[in-house]
């Protein structure tokens, strides 16, 4: 998945050197950010137009979009946890919605954060496995705990998946 800026997103594969499909994501806006869920069902796009669209890769149709408050940037990096909490960085401020948020429309978020001096968001990551989203930003990162957004077991996410394998382990598997 690729945003460029005239507001379209294209969806390549490895095999191929054409491009999928071509999604126009965000009218006249240019892509700043983008994101798919685990599942690979949902993206996840955000616009210098401040929306957040919501959309169904299987149906290529947005579902529907959140606006970024005017008084901040555009969304500058979102991210996807393992249990499909969506974080949006956007200026000093960081949105985090619920995981109903990819299926519908959600009135408010799930949590908010703002970083301290108001230092520009650069980006932002869910940490795998466990409860932690990390932030990135000019004076630094700042490391946050968002509940829920991390997936308890680690066999459950990936098959045959253990993080703390060796060499030795990975040759073998």
């Known amino acids: 998945h690729l945003g460029h800026t005239n507001g379209t997103v294209t969806l390549w594969s490895p095999a191929s050197s054409q491009y999928l499909a071509k999604v126009l994501a965000h009218k006249g806006s240019p892509i700043t950010s983008l994101a798919i869920d685990l599942s690979g069902r949902y993206m996840?796009?955000?616009g210098a137009d401040r929306q957040v669209k919501i959309w169904d890769l299987r149906k290529f149709q947005t579902t529907h979009a959140y606006y970024v408050p005017t008084k901040t940037a555009p969304p500058t990096s979102?991210?996807?946890s393992q249990r499909n909490v969506i974080g949006i960085g956007h200026g000093c401020h960081a949105t985090f919605w619920s995981p109903e948020a990819l299926k519908k429309k959600v009135k408010n978020p799930y949590m908010y954060h703002m970083m301290p001096s108001c230092d520009p968001g650069e980006t932002l990551r869910f940490r795998p496995f466990e409860d932690v989203c990390v932030i990135?930003?000019?004076?630094?990162?700042?490391?946050?705990?968002?509940?829920g957004s991390g997936e308890p077991n680690l066999d459950t996410s990936e098959?045959?998946?253990?993080?703390?394998?060796?060499?030795?382990?990975?040759r073998e598997a």
């Open 78 to 80: 979102i991210d996807i």
């Open 44 to 46: 996840v796009t955000g």
């Open 136 to 147: 990135g930003h000019t004076k630094g990162i700042s490391s946050i705990v968002i509940p």
């Open 159 to 170: 098959y045959n998946l253990n993080p703390f394998q060796d060499k030795n382990q990975r």
